[in-house]
Every structure is written in C-alpha cells, then in structure tokens.
C-alpha cells in the first residue's frame, strides 16, 4: 500500500511539472523580449510602435491555433499535440531572433503563438484529466501564482542578458526553454487521455456539452477577470508613468511589488480552500476586485494619490489571483472527454474577450483610468450575478466527488 502511494504521489508530481512547463511557455514569450525593443527595431529598421504589434500578432497565433487544437488533444492525445506545439514554440523563437526584417520577425511571433497556444491548451487538459476538483482548484491557484512571477523575472533575466550579448539571445533563449519543454514532453510527460482515471467513469455517463448552462458562466466568469487583468496591466504604465509621474525605474519597482502581492495571494488561496468553500473564495475575489475599483476613484478624485493607487492596484491582484484559479476548475470540471476542447474555449474567450475590450476602449479615446475603472466594475457585477446564479456545482461535479470518496 505505501509503495503504491509513493508512486501514485511520483506520477502526481510529474504531471505537475509537465503542466507548469507547457503553460509558461506563454507568459514567457510576452515578458523577456521587451527590454530588447528598442535594439530590435533600430536592427530591423522598424519603429517600436510597429514592433508593438508582436503582442497582438502573438496572441493572434495562440486564438487561431485554439480553434482547432483542443479538438486535436482530445482525438490523438495530449503528449504528441504538447511535443508539436514546444518543437513548433523553438523553431519560431530561433528563426525569431536571426529575423533581418520585421516582416520576418512578426511572422516568427505569429508562430511563437501557435507553439505556446497548443502547450497551454494541453497544460490544462492534463490537469483535468489527472486532478480532482478540489486538488485542480488548489493546483491552478498555485499555477497562477507561478505565472505572475514570469512578468517580474523574465525582464530581469532579459535586462541581465543584454548586458552582455544582441537580442537575439534573447530569442534563443525562449528557443532553449521551447526545447527543454520539448525534451519534458518528450521523454518525461506521460499520455493522460487514454489512461484510465476515476474521473472518467462518473463523467462519461454524462453529456459533455460546450452550451452547459455552469461550463458557460465560468467562461464569462474567467473571461471578465482576464480582461480586467489585462486592462490593468495594459493602462498601469499610462497611470504610473503619465498621470503619477514614475520614473521608469519606480514604475518597474511598483509593478514587481504588485506582481508578489499577486503571486503570495495564489499561494494562499490552496490553504484557504482547505477552510471555505469555493464559492466563498470566489464572492471574495469580487468583493476585492470591487473594492479595488472604489479605491482607484477616490485616488483619482483626491488629487492623484500614488498610495491609494497602489492599495487598488494591490487589490485588483489580489482579487485576480484569490478567484481564477477555482473558477478554471469549475469551469473544467464537467469535461472527461472534451477537456481539450474546454481549455481551447476558455482561451479562445479570455484572449478574444480581453484584446476587444482594449481595442475598443482605445477606439472610443477612453482614459487609461476610465478604461480600468469601466472593465473592473464590469467584471465584478457580471461575476457577482454568475455566482449568485450558478452557485450549484453540475452534476457531473457531484458524481466526480462522490467517486473520489468511493
């Protein structure tokens, strides 16, 4: 019995780290290369402005690339769709730093996309299918807690690596991390789809519709915080640059003590969900969003205050990070055999959701201020009324459960 524990306990560590390996890829590829902006588009005769477009162009790969491939996990596994997407990530990131145009460069982001959009998708599926719903819920926080670390490392490492060498470094860089991903997922990660786990027997009774009346609210649930997250990170440098005044050096300090403020939050959620139930920690998450959007009025309203500013900013990590990472549980939870699939909505909506807002409020002349506050007050009611609306796990949850306790 101890032996079959210990190697139940090594398999659950090696999913695990084969999860965390496929989605960092993501994150990843938006933070490292930034410092080296300037460089690149003195090298490929491009403005920075144009080379901005990377982001969008990047992000673009990873929807596109959703539409289909979480079709492809659930049809022919998770292991070979993971191997293509970390061989598909290197290739575009070496080819990405040896780019002599910027036409060539924002192509190799375009495909840098598609790479970390089928690892990411994958990295989900796996957690379905190997976790629980109370282990993927603590699991995910920890996850999210992880990947705000990535926006507060990877310009360090990048700043560190320009010291010394051209940006293109910083491209085989990502080319080594696709690789060692690629080796991960080649040698280490075990197929998931086809082994049999409780999971599946409770589940596969059940239809696993994608128009599921809970499956649907936590996509609009999830969707709302990604966009307010985003919108947050995309007007902080207008807020604290322009509005408050930061240096570029006290903006970068600002915004790492809020990434770890984020980061100790996801840590905390797992030992919070051994105490209050999930719905309460999701209340919770809007209840601190919601707060967070006061606090950065009455900043705005009293004269410009950087500390109030900081106590909303902290806050909106904090509800972030308190409430994703259950939602993308619940969300995952009635799937067994769609769970590819049910990553590659949810990422397709979040991605889409977050990318039109912006687009929007930018073509409309909404303030920087008034485009956080707009998107943070949203995201709090619609997720107040989904919860109050959908507060029942599905069945499918249930019968998850009660096989566990079996």
Not at 65 to 91: C, E, H, N, W, Y
Not at 336 to 359: F, H, N
């Amino acid at each position: 019995m101890a032996n079959d524990y210990y190697k139940s306990e090594v398999s659950m560590s090696r999913f695990l780290m084969c999860g965390f390996a496929l989605v960092l890829l993501y994150p990843t590829a938006i933070d490292l290369y930034l410092v080296g902006l300037p460089q690149i588009a003195a090298d490929l005769a491009a403005t920075e402005s144009q080379l901005h477009m990377a982001f969008s162009i990047y992000l673009s790969g990873m929807a596109m690339t959703m539409f289909f491939v979480g079709r492809l996990a659930d049809r022919f596994g998770r292991k070979p769709v993971a191997i293509m997407g970390a061989s598909i990530f290197a290739i575009a990131s070496w080819f990405g730093g040896a780019a002599q145009t910027s036409e060539a460069f924002l192509q190799m982001r375009f495909f840098q996309g598609v790479g970390a959009g089928c690892c990411y998708v994958v990295a989900f599926a796996i957690l379905r299918d190997t976790l629980d719903d109370q282990k993927r819920a603590k699991v995910l926080s920890m996850l999210n807690g992880i990947t705000c670390m990535i926006p507060v490392l990877a310009p360090v490492f990048g700043h560190l690596i320009m010291l010394k060498f051209p940006w293109p470094v910083l491209f085989m860089a990502m080319a080594g991390m696709g690789a060692l991903v690629l080796l991960i997922s080649t040698f280490i990660l075990k197929e998931t789809l086809a082994r049999s786990n409780p999971f599946s027997s409770s589940v596969s009774t059940t239809s696993e519709s994608l128009f599921d009346r809970f499956f649907i609210s936590r996509v609009v649930f999830t969707s709302m915080g990604v966009t307010a997250i985003l919108t947050y990170v995309n007007t902080s440098p207008m807020i604290f640059m322009e509005v408050l005044g930061f240096t570029r050096g006290e903006y970068s300090t600002a915004m790492a003590l809020l990434a770890v403020v984020g980061m100790l939050t996801s840590f905390s959620a797992p030992v919070a969900l051994a105490y209050f139930r999930q719905s309460t920690l999701l209340f919770g998450s809007q209840i601190l969003t919601m707060a967070s959007a006061l606090i950065i009025l009455a900043a705005h309203l009293n004269g410009e205050s950087s500390t109030l500013y900081m106590m909303g900013f902290a806050l909106v990590s904090m509800g972030f990070s308190m409430g994703f990472g259950v939602a993308m549980s619940q969300a995952l939870g009635p799937f067994s055999r769609k769970a590819g699939l049910a990553s590659s909505v949810l990422g397709i909506a979040q991605i889409c959701c977050s990318a039109l807002y912006i687009w929007l409020m930018a073509w409309l002349g909404v303030s920087a201020i008034y485009m956080l506050l707009i998107a943070l007050t949203t995201a709090t009611v619609i997720g107040m009324t989904l919860i109050l609306l959908t507060s029942n796990q599905p069945h499918s949850e249930l019968n998850e459960e009660i096989t566990c306790a079996s």
